[in-house]
């Protein structure tokens, strides 16, 4: 490591790397940047936190073929892909079935099963033209059926899949006419009549009722995978028929214990696959467990590495360990329609009592990124910058005492129990409205009786996951009457800005209505946010091509050992 | 003899049957909640209701109880939520390495502790007695989680001569049962131990044991002819007792070395709302527990010719 005294680095350094970590400007650029600037190899890499490893950035390593990567991860049933619901359940099927779309590590969506797609001018047609020249495992041509049978199969309500959500703008919603218990109208969602247009064997058009920017980055969420067109007609169950175009089939499946796949026989379509076989084995959840397993060399890597497990894997001298900042996050979120969050001054007051970098440090030690309380991510392409939000004591119980609580407040948190970092959270950002005489009480509860209420509770702490675009979380979460508007925030003027923000399908453009729209939700102090979580995935020195996804996606196509 | 063994019997099904009542309203009272837990936080409110139409969850609760109890009685326990076969699969195969890691636990626990007891119990107050009883003492105060810990620390992080986890993912390996073994022999022995000295320095005080050695019959002949089985008759109803433990009591030890077993499928399924497989693991373990007790309680009267069962 060089001397800092010897080569000392370019002031400007510190900051591009800041930037470099938070996805702002390009880690090659931030490279190009630093040797520009006179900072060594070395010196660059660990700025932007990362180890280098000798013979992997510098000189290319020649990838060699052959063995099997041994992975922890929990083994879930995979029978329908059209219900998963937990991203484990994508990693292991995703090696065998693949998306149209797929999340790079850097959360751009890039071409995979679609070559590359159009929108129309109100993106209301897209049309999406298909790889050519890929096979299914059993020999038959990848085309335009297979992508329509799924398609139907995802958007018919008697499957039960979260995809009729993820593309509604496909779906109509009418009264069935029957009314349930409560007297009310029961709805049935289906796929409108004309939603896929079959052009040619590899051309798919989509018509949809409301224009939808983020169709590419939804066709490449995990639960989004492309299945066989006789998936139905051959008994819908996947494991009975594993028929898929990725680059591995399956050899051998136990739910809850071990999962085996071995590389295709005939020839994929991406190119060389360097492994031979993929072992996922199921260790429980008991972190401890992995880490056991990690010493005595019983895996090669695992599904993710908690941010409690890290100084454990650093204390590890065989291991690595990959970071990405992503947009997962936990928001402590008030209900705006009761009291007292009713009153807007209340929840801008303990909004002005949180320092965020300082709640960023105590809950993720170095890593992470500090929130902002609108909910948009430095790694969402369409991110805005706004002025940092500064911890005011003062103005916090000014506030208060204008909406009639000068003597103090006492509220109520409710909080998962586990993972412990929503805890810690929670307890943080307690300690921090305390000296303005605000008294959370935090009531922990076990994550099932959570889930129970965690869009009734009055406050309550989330845990949001990762999602490419930030348009895509404000309209799950903050546009009226939406299923998941858990706060019951209701602003017009900010639904019809999100549809204006919601027809720019560059993120450039969509840039300045973002910078309104994050605006009007930090002002309005619908909740206060943790921090941007990074994920870590840690693996021995001898696997090749790894990182850790954004969404703990498992990309293994290249990966290899050395 | 006959009597007492249908009217246990007798027993037995009428705790299970209580036991099923109150799990059965615990779990499934609301089947607004038992949907949520089946379809998952995300689904939406017309899914639920297709699915609880679907399953007879709208009936009434007593006819629910009825056809969900005729369901267990003949085996079929339902399908698991989280891994989505039948209970019933996941189960046995785990009952079955729970009773291994029991088999083997025992194995090393009985001779040992019995050994350590009698040794420690034929002269009470000597320095092997004091010895053996603060190792007991000591060895039962640490839990089995700080154990693991330790154990693991100097085996596989420090000698790293042991494997770090036992999911035994390419098929039984030994070595792999060696740290599980190790970790709960280290807790029980100490209390198993104890137990037998306690019995045995009783039995030392016995006057036959003095008319013994008064007619110049050799120590060691005296414990194990005529001390050890009088002896022996409490640590029996322990040891058998110790069956319980070692079914759910172990969730500790499975859940650090991730090994299949049985407590690790309760709290799994516990923490991940599989209520089916709950209901089905609880109805196992009140069976097993109930059935020890019987077992030792018939045991200990054929051991023991003064206790008439009743």
Known sequence: MSDPTKNPIHPALPELAEKARRGRIGRRDFLRTAALLGASAATAHSLLGVALKPGSAMAAETPKFGGNLRVSMNVMDISDPAIFDWSQKGNQARHIIEPLVQIDKDNIARPHLAEKWEASEDLKTWTFHLRKGVKWSNGDDFGADDVIATFRRWLSPETGSSNIGRFAAMTTTTDTGKKDENGKPIKKTSMSEGALEKIDDHTVRFHLNTPDLSLPESMGDYPALITHRRFVEDGANFIKNPIGTGAFELKEFKVGERMVLTKRKGKYWGGDVYLDQITYIDHGDDPAAQIAAFASDQVDTTYETGVEQVAAIKSLPMLDLYETITAQTGIARFKVTEKPFDDRRVRQAIQACIDHDRLRTLLYGEYGAAAEDHHVSPVHPEYAELPKLKQDYAKAKKLLAEAGHAGGLKVRIDCVASPSWEQNACKAIAEMCRPAGIDIEINVMPGGTYWDRWTTTPFGFTNWTHRPLGVQVYNLAYRSGVPWNESSYSNPEFDSLLDVAGTKIDPEARRADMAKLQKILQDDAVFVQSLWRSVFVAANKRVRGLYAHVALEHHYNKVWLA | ?310
């Open chain 2, 1 to 310: 003899m006959l009597s007492f063994i249908f009217r246990r019997l007798a027993l037995t099904a009428a705790t299970m049957l209580a036991v099923s009542l109150l799990v059965f309203l615990l779990l499934e009272l609301n089947p607004g909640s038992v949907a949520v837990k089946v379809l998952g936080p995300y689904s939406s409110e017309e899914q639920r209701q297709l699915w609880l139409e679907a399953n007879g969850y709208l009936n009434p609760l007593w006819q629910r109880y009825l056809e969900w109890l005729g369901r267990m009685v003949t085996g079929d326990f339902g399908e698991s939520i989280r891994f989505k076969v039948p209970v019933a699969e996941v189960l046995w195969p785990r009952l079955w390495n729970t009773a291994i890691l029991a088999f083997w636990t025992f194995a090393v626990l009985i001779p040992l502790s019995l050994t350590l007891g009698v040794l420690a119990g034929m002269r009470e107050g000597s320095r092997l007695d004091r010895a053996i009883s603060i190792t007991s003492i000591i060895t039962t105060s640490i839990p089995e989680f700080a154990s693991a810990v330790f154990l693991s620390a100097i085996f596989v992080f420090g000698l790293g001569i042991l494997p770090g986890t036992s999911a035994m993912s390419n098929g039984f390996d030994p070595l792999q049962l060696i740290l599980p073994v190790m970790v709960l022999v280290l807790y029980d022995v100490g209390y198993v131990t104890r137990m037998t000295r306690a019995s045995m320095a009783e039995v030392m005080t016995a006057p036959y044991i003095r008319t013994a050695v008064l007619k110049g019959i050799p120590f060691p002949r005296v414990i194990l002819r005529h001390g050890l089985r009088n002896a022996l008759i409490p640590p029996f109803t322990v040891i058998m007792l110790q069956i319980n433990w070692l079914l759910s009591g172990v969730v500790v030890v499975e859940f650090f070395f991730a090994y299949k077993g049985f407590g690790a499928l309760l709290l799994e399924a516990s923490l991940n709302q599989d209520i089916y497989l709950i209901q089905a693991c609880a109805m196992v373990a009140v069976f097993v527990a109930v059935t020890t007790q019987t077992l030792a309680d018939i045991g200990y009267t054929y051991l023991n010719p003064r206790i008439r069962l009743q």
